[in-house]
């Protein structure tokens, strides 16, 4: 009997892919790296359905039983996020200054 089970499961991987390359997790929004974030931050599929309602019970299951088994993969892709996120940030840094935000701010609030 044992000899008749497979080295590794068959997945259905409830990953989707949005316009932006980001993959999120079954029909929520919650994006990959917030569940294997969490998941890794030592929580149980149950608790990031908690603290995620939008997210399903066998979808977190899924997508951690997938990331167990695919490590390396989905390591590469978060680290690819991770990347883009950094250089955003910079970009976004670049273009909107933070020195004196909060004068301009308490200026702007004392002129209405």
Known sequence: MLDTIADEPTWVVPLR??????LVVGESRVPLETVIGT?????????IVF???TLHLEDVYST????????E??????????VKS????????ARF????????????????
Request: negative net charge.
């Open 97 to 112: 200054p933070q020195e004196g935000v909060r004068a301009r701010l308490l200026k702007r609030r004392t002129t209405q």
């Open 73 to 82: 993969e989905i390591e590469r892709y978060l680290h690819q996020r991770q």
């Open 17 to 22: 892919q949005e316009e932006s390359g980001r």
């Open 39 to 47: 998941f890794n931050d030592g929580a149980t599929p149950e608790e």
């Open 86 to 93: 950094e250089q955003v940030r910079r970009e976004n840094e």
């Open 51 to 53: 603290q995620f309602p």
């Open 64 to 71: 951690v039983g997938y990331y167990l088994y695919h490590t």
